[in-house]
């Protein structure tokens, strides 16, 4: 089976121990989004290593490891960058980006901060989806827990590739400052159903990453994820659902487990866990392998 992770934070260094665990656990390919574990940029919210502070102020992230990894394995290996919206060259910014062969979409951390949140809610991302959706290259969309300000921006933008990430339920922290009830409605595994609301939208698809620790599904096998995930097949069809493990972000869990879970579901048809572990990202990606040395 050819599977993709399309999910994995890595920081500096050799990629090839990661490269090992992919073969000993049969994952073919890896998107990475980096992150430098333990270092911040310092200032505001957004600024996660590595990245320098442009004069402007904005901060602009960079991906050395994942560039090279994607160049040195080009099969194994694609990424997508983070984006601030705010940065003064987004739009050529943007366009060397998607010109690299090794780039596969962009991601933007929409309510990582109060002030992002409440640009999100104003339409102030209208200029940057507009970009990303003449640049042609999918938007990977952090919004956990506030999946009802996407209808707008899903119907503006009806040929851009939206991705949800971490199926859009609320984590703790972003952003800082929720009130208890708040936390406690968009925290809770209920709120998927305002997920699966979006699912009239063609243009979405949905990342199934934290699944096991945002459906408080307990131990290995995960088996409470299992009827989300069967409401999630039939509101999206399984062609927009893609399977993401976040590994390197959960020690809670193993890599194995968090690709077990899924690849020896005895709920799931096998064609179900094709499109799950790896052809649902092969074509919102639009990442073909060459098949040597598939998994």
């Known amino acids: 089976m050819d599977i993709v992770d399309v999910q994995l934070h890595l920081g500096p260094g050799p990629v090839e121990p990661t490269l090992e665990e992919m073969d000993a656990l049969g994952i073919r390919s890896v998107l990475i989004e980096e992150f430098w574990f333990g270092e911040q940029g310092g200032g505001p919210y957004d600024a996660l290593m590595p990245g320098f502070r442009l004069p402007s102020g904005a901060w602009r992230a960079v991906y050395p ?4 990894a994607s160049l040195r394995y080009p099969d194994r290996f694609g990424y997508f960058v983070r984006l601030n919206r705010h940065d003064p060259d987004l739009e050529s910014h943007m366009r060397a980006i998607a ?7 962009f991601r933007v951390l929409a309510t990582w901060s109060a002030e992002e ?6 339409g102030a991302f209208d200029a940057f989806f507009d970009l990303a ?15 009802e300000l996407l209808p707008p921006y899903l119907r503006k933008f009806p040929r851009l590739q939206f991705v949800l990430d971490h199926m859009g339920i609320g984590m703790s922290i972003h952003p800082p400052g929720r009130t208890e009830a708040e936390l406690a409605r968009t ?12 699912a009239e939208f063609p243009n979405l698809a949905v990342k199934l990453s934290h699944a096991p620790m945002l459906l408080r599904a307990g131990a290995y096998p995960f088996e409470a ?24 972000i959960m020690p809670n869990y193993t ?3 968090l690709l077990n879970y899924l690849r020896l579901d005895p709920e ?28």
């Open 99 to 105: 010109a690299e062969p090794g780039a596969r979409g």
């Open 187 to 198: 925290n809770d595994p209920a709120y998927f159903d305002e997920v699966l609301k979006l």
């Open 65 to 68: 490891t994942a560039l090279s």
């Open 117 to 122: 949140l409440a640009a999100l809610a104003a």
């Open 268 to 295: 799931l048809s096998e064609d179900e866990k094709v499109w799950l572990l790896g052809r649902t990202a092969r074509k919102v990606f639009s990442w073909p392998t060459s098949g040597a040395g598939a998994a």
């Open 255 to 257: 890599w194995a487990d």
């Open 225 to 248: 994820v299992r009827p989300h995930l069967r409401r999630a097949i039939e509101a999206f069809g399984v062609e927009r659902l893609m399977w993401g493990s976040d590994s390197s």
């Open 133 to 147: 959706q003449n640049i042609g290259l999918p938007v990977c969309l952090f919004a956990p827990g506030h999946v």
